[in-house]
Structure formats: C-alpha cells, structure tokens
C-alpha cells in the first residue's frame, strides 16, 4: 500500500517540461514569499511540480518536525513520507486525486482563484503527533493551464481529526467539501454572519472577555453568549477558537 500511496501523490499532477515563454512569470517572485515568511507565524513551502521537489522552506518551526528548512528543502517529497503517519498518507493520496481531479475541470482562466485546506497529522523527530491545517493555492500555471508551482501555509489545525477537505473561491460565498466516503465534491454557501457576528468575532480575536465585549458594546453579557452561539451554529463548531479559525479560514474577519 505504501508504494501505491507514494506513486499516486508524485504521478497525479506531473508537469513533464514547463516552455521557456511560461518561466519569464516567476522571476524573482521568492523574495516576495521569503519576504512573507517573515511576517507570519506560519510555515510555507513551495512546491513546484516539473522538479517533483520543495523549491523554498520558511525555517517557522511548525512543519519542520525537527529538521532545518534545509533538510526539509532537501527531502522534498520524502519529508512526506517520513513524517506523516500511514493512515494520514492515505487521505493525502485521496486529497491529491480528488483535488487535482477538480482542478483539471475547472475554466483556465479562474484556476488562480482557487485554494484547498485540510488537516492531517505530523510526526516530530521525538515522536510527538500534530495535527496541522494545510492549505494550498497555485502560485503559477503552464500555458496549457497545469499547476507549475504552488505556495502552502501550514498552521495548527483547530479540529480533532483529521479531513476537513474544503475548497474556496476568491472572492465566491461558494465552497466544495470532499466527502471521504465517496471522493466526490458537495458545493454548498459559506455561512454568512451578521455585522454584530462579525464585531463580536473580531473582539474575542482580540482577546476581550465576554464581560469586556458586553461593556465596549453597550450590551448584557447574556447578549453576547446569545451571538456566540448563533455563530457556533452557523459554522457548525463548539467553541470560539474553532470558530476563530473556521473565519479566518473562510476569510470572514
């Protein structure tokens, strides 16, 4: 099953020789990404698919399992099959036909627009198991609309499993969820939130308490736990840092 896994995740997008008119797009463009790797507290990597390789690592600790960005720039795909347990590869391997499966069908013209996130688990150098968020967007295309290269941000996964396989638009209320049991694609609306939803939102980000929320908008604190568990039920959470997380995924605050 391994040699299954390992040959799905590096056959599905392959990108045999990439004309020399589509590489004048990416001169110099990692600056700008080492530049935003320096700005966020999340890891990023880039991978381009004609090399089958990671062509830049941010050293932000999160996705190295130990290593530097050096040996993690080094292993590539390897690092994938080091660090990511045997069921979790499984998933990556139905993630990445059904992903690619999607992508290939949509208009060349809107591929750019599109981004996938999931959750699956790392293993560190000691052992210790983590389940992160990764998400990833095409940073350029071949003239014949493939995914050259792609840019993923890793951050931790507020979920408790892992999945969570969505699809996002830029600038689109229209999301795809892949179910697992089937691989197939369901579109449905991102929830949306009123103003005061999306206030109260912004000022637990902050870290304001319910008590400080219910005094910096003139309301009763039974009032704010009574927003708070109208945006749990519109984006189908438990609690406010799974709910934190599902808008800034969502790209709601």
Not at 130 to 149: A, V
């Amino acid at each position: 099953m391994k040699d299954k896994i390992d040959s799905s995740l590096l056959s599905k997008n392959i990108v045999r020789e990439v004309p020399e008119e589509d590489r004048v797009q990416q001169t110099h463009y990692l600056e700008a990404v080492k530049a935003f790797s320096q700005l966020t507290y999340e890891s990023i990597y880039v991978i381009d698919y004609e090399k089958m390789a990671f062509e830049y690592v941010s050293d932000n600790p999160l996705f190295l399992c130990g290593h530097s960005a050096a040996e993690v720039l080094n292993l590539g795909y390897q690092f994938y099959f080091q660090h990511v347990p045997e069921q979790d590869l499984k998933l990556l391997d139905q993630i990445n036909e059904a992903g690619f499966d999607f992508f290939k069908n949509l208009p060349a013209s809107d591929k750019r627009q599109y981004s996938i996130t999931y959750d699956f688990h790392l293993v560190n150098k000691d052992g210790r198991k983590i389940l992160i968020n990764h998400k990833l967007t095409p940073l350029f295309l071949t003239s014949d609309g493939r995914m050259w290269k792609a840019i993923c941000i890793v951050s931790i996964s507020h979920h408790k499993n892992a999945g969570h396989v969505v699809i996002y638009k830029q600038g689109s209320e229209q999301k795809w969820e892949l179910s697992l049991g089937t691989s197939i694609w369901h579109k449905s609306i991102k929830p949306q939130l009123t103003k005061r939803e999306i206030e109260i939102l912004r000022l637990h980000a902050q870290g304001l308490t319910i008590n400080q929320i219910a005094e910096k908008i003139f309301v009763a604190t039974d009032t704010v736990k009574y927003y708070r568990r109208r945006i749990f039920e519109r984006f189908g959470v438990s609690n406010m840092v799974e709910a934190l997380s599902y808008a800034v995924s969502s790209k709601q605050i």
